[in-house]
């Protein structure tokens, strides 16, 4: 009985190993574009690729930063049939390429010339030992400031370029009777934040502090500051922020009730929705003291080894995802920046041409980053062990004395 | 001598045939039972040694057993800040939960044991919350207590501008909003054990203490209460498990915030286990989780096996 059992459920496990069809080119894409926006954007690229005669098998997973889709490929992966195509962001991609599993791009990133046209701060992340691992769709930078212009005009109509500028239409903002900050109280939303303040402090501290996470930057009097800066925007956020969600935080700002929001650029997506333009009804703006540099994180997906059958297939998504056309179709759509810097500008509206020029300007001058917030400074471990410390002093637990002392101590203890 | 021994012959396969029958009937139970055997041993008992192999590994995103660390996964753990509040928040949180909900539930299960009309209506609509998953709970009763929105909102509204109820958005009070939603959800289910004890009280005790001359109150303080010993039990062992895993209420109610305030340790568990890949962190957790809960469950198995024999 045991026996038969066990079996029975060999085969019925090998059966299913074994149904893959082989005939047809197919892809099968893991993601977590699931809702309006993002969902459309993402078709444009199955059509492209059914023309091509590829199949698109779709494995959507649900759940914003994607933590779930990654324990969804936990599973596929550990059972050695991993998915053709993986959406995912920064380290998670070297973490996979650290475990062997991934493919290679190499061919076509030859042919195509990647390594020309794709700035070198994402080729960190899409590539492993030299090699192409995965094919970025897009860049979002992430100090953006997101102003309802009425709320601005009311407070003087020049937007703030220093950080006394930014405090003084704060202050006006709450003497106007808005809550001038529109935040959700969650600890990314917190570190979004604090990324920002971070780079204001220049360029050399961020990649000290959050890329290279020197000690020494990590506990400095300078740190301290941030703390102190972050301690200072506190004030102007309403009573009920915490837990709030980042869309409700931009509803805010679009309805007039709350007069900014500092987040990356998907917020973008909701000022448009609700009908503003860019310009009239909202100003996109550089997080003050920040103009020149960018934060980022970047979407890209990460190519599994696959079978010879399945490699073409791979190879032909991976040449569609860096199209120029697609490129621009997809990210007019999504807010964010191409990945590719020789991209067209001509489909973006004014923040999107800004955000194409800042990304050009940065990645020239050497001050294109990744966003600590959004986990392409420093790996999973990293990131959340400062996430604890910035949420805990954002939320009165410590004073920034002992929280640039616990962020230099956490981050030690993660590594 | 033919005829006999072809006589004899049937008897004997007869005999053969009655011994393989109760060979069969002795061992069909074990058969039967053999296949789940064999799958709770794997998946359970299996999967735990394999979650305590893995807590002494540096196993980061997938296991990985080429590294081996000892018990440092053990020491970051009782160092690491948010394990610390996670177990804090335990203890407030078990406590209470378990507290309120066994004095509720007997509570109620007392009122409605005075043969009320109504009952049979009654009794449902206090049961019915534990028919709700966790995380709808979690979700009702976080948007319930959002000031914005919820009760104070509604206050406001009315009038009474000055009501205040914030404890959601106060690192130092979110902790017990958790629980009265999880009392909310348990309490009915506890008064449902505790009417099953009642009803099992035998009358003949209860009338031979009111011929003594004892009153109510003393009759369910000396009397019934104390024979409610075993639902007592029950009711802690089941709470007390529940607590030490509730996830989805916090994840819903909260998500471990404001800040790190309301982190449980099965919260803990699953950000560092899939969010922060410390896969060996998160075993580590899982088996301190599981030792708190042996910790329970051993005891009170003991004392109901050993019951078992003395009777």
């Not at chain 2, 996964?73 to 507290?99: C, E, G, M, Q, T």
């Not at chain 2, 449902?124 to 979690?138: D, E, K, N, R």
């Not at chain 2, 009265?180 to 009358?203: E, P, T, Y």
Request: proline share 4%; glycine share 8%.
């Amino acid at each position: 009985m045991l026996r038969k059992l066990l079996i029975g459920t060999m085969l019925s496990t090998a059966l299913t190993a074994y149904a893959a069809p082989s005939f047809a080119e197919e892809v099968e894409v893991l993601h977590w574009w699931t809702s309006g926006g993002e969902a459309a954007a993402l078709d444009v690229l199955k059509k492209n690729l059914e023309a091509e005669g590829v199949t698109w098998k779709d494995m959507p997973v649900a759940g914003g930063g994607g933590e779930q889709a990654m324990t969804a490929l936990r599973a596929r992966v550990t059972a050695g049939n991993p998915p053709t195509a993986v959406q995912a962001l920064g380290f998670d991609i070297t973490d996979w390429a650290k475990q062997g599993v991934v493919g290679d791009l190499g061919e076509v990133a030859a042919e195509e010339n990647w390594d020309a046209v794709i700035p070198a701060a994402l080729q960190a992340f899409s590539k492993y030992d030299g090699k192409w691992i995965a094919a970025p769709v897009n860049v979002h930078s992430t100090n953006w400031v997101w102003i309802n212009k009425k709320a601005l005009d009311a407070a003087g109509g020049k937007a703030p370029e220093t950080w006394d500028e930014l405090i003084a239409v704060l202050d006006k903002m709450k003497a106007n009777g808005i809550s001038p900050i529109g935040h959700g109280g969650q600890a990314w939303q917190d570190a979004t934040i604090f990324d920002a303040v971070v780079l204001a402090e220049g360029t050399d501290f961020y990649k000290a502090s959050m890329i290279d996470l020197d000690p020494a930057a990590l506990n400095s009097d300078k740190m301290v500051g941030v703390f102190d800066k972050m301690g200072k925007l506190k004030e102007y956020v309403d009573a009920d922020f915490s837990g709030r969600d980042w869309n409700l935080a931009s509803a805010m700002v679009i309805e007039g009730k709350a007069g900014m929001q500092f987040m990356g650029d998907w917020a973008k997506g909701e000022f448009l929705k609700a009908g503003l333009k860019p310009g009239a009804d909202f100003v996109c703006i550089r997080f003050p003291g920040t103009q020149g540099a960018v934060t980022f994180n970047s979407d890209q997906f990460m190519m599994f080894k696959v079978g010879d059958a399945n490699k073409a297939a791979q190879l032909k998504m991976a040449s569609a995802i860096e199209d120029p056309a697609f490129q621009s179709a997809f990210n007019v759509v999504k807010g964010s920046a191409p990945a590719r810097t020789d991209v067209p500008n001509d489909a973006f509206d004014d923040c999107g041409k800004k955000a194409m020029a800042d990304l050009a300007e940065a990645d020239k001058s050497g001050k294109l980053f990744g966003s600590m917030a959004h986990g392409h400074a420093n790996p999973a471990a990293v990131k959340n062990a400062m996430y604890d410390v910035i949420t805990r002093h954002f939320n009165g637990e410590l004073d920034s004395k002992a929280a640039a002392e616990e962020l230099a101590n956490a981050v030690a203890a993660a590594q | 001598m033919t005829q006999t021994q072809a006589e004899i012959v049937p008897v004997l396969t007869q005999g053969a045939d009655r011994g393989a029958r109760e060979t069969l009937q002795e061992w069909l139970p074990k058969l039967v039972l053999a296949p789940s055997f064999a799958l709770i041993l794997l998946f359970v008992y299996g999967f735990i040694l394999f979650t305590a192999v893995l807590s002494f590994t540096g196993s980061k995103l997938l296991p990985d057993f080429s590294t081996w660390v000892g018990f440092g996964n053990y020491v970051r753990l009782f160092n690491h800040p948010n394990w610390i509040v996670s177990l804090k928040n335990l203890a407030i949180f078990s406590v209470l939960y378990i507290a309120v909900c066994t004095v509720l539930g007997l509570g109620l299960a007392i009122l409605l044991d005075q043969k009320i009309r109504g009952e049979g209506f009654l009794r449902p609509i206090y049961l019915y919350p534990m028919a709700l998953s966790f995380f709808v709970t979690g979700v009702a009763w976080k948007w319930f207590l959002d000031p914005s929105i919820g009760l104070e909102h509604v206050m406001h509204t009315w009038g009474w501008e000055s009501f205040s109820f914030r404890w959601i958005k106060e690192g130092k009070m979110a902790i017990y909003t958790i629980v009265i939603a999880a009392v909310w959800q348990s309490s009915g289910f506890v008064m449902a054990m505790f009417l099953a004890g009642l009803r099992g009280v035998d009358n003949e005790v209860i009338k031979a203490a009111q011929i003594d001359g004892a009153s109510t109150v003393m009759i369910y303080r000396r009397i019934i209460i104390p024979l409610m010993r075993p639902v007592f039990l029950s009711a802690f062992v089941v709470l007390a498990h529940l607590a030490i895993k509730s996830y989805d209420l916090v994840v819903a109610m909260t998500d471990g915030g404001p800040g790190t305030a309301t982190w449980v340790p099965a919260l803990f568990m699953q950000k560092f286990t899939f969010g922060r890949n410390e896969m060996a962190m998160g075993a580590s957790s899982a088996i301190i989780m599981m030792m708190m809960i042996f910790s329970i469950i051993v005891p009170y198995l003991y004392s109901e096996l050993r019951g078992g024999r003395r009777s």
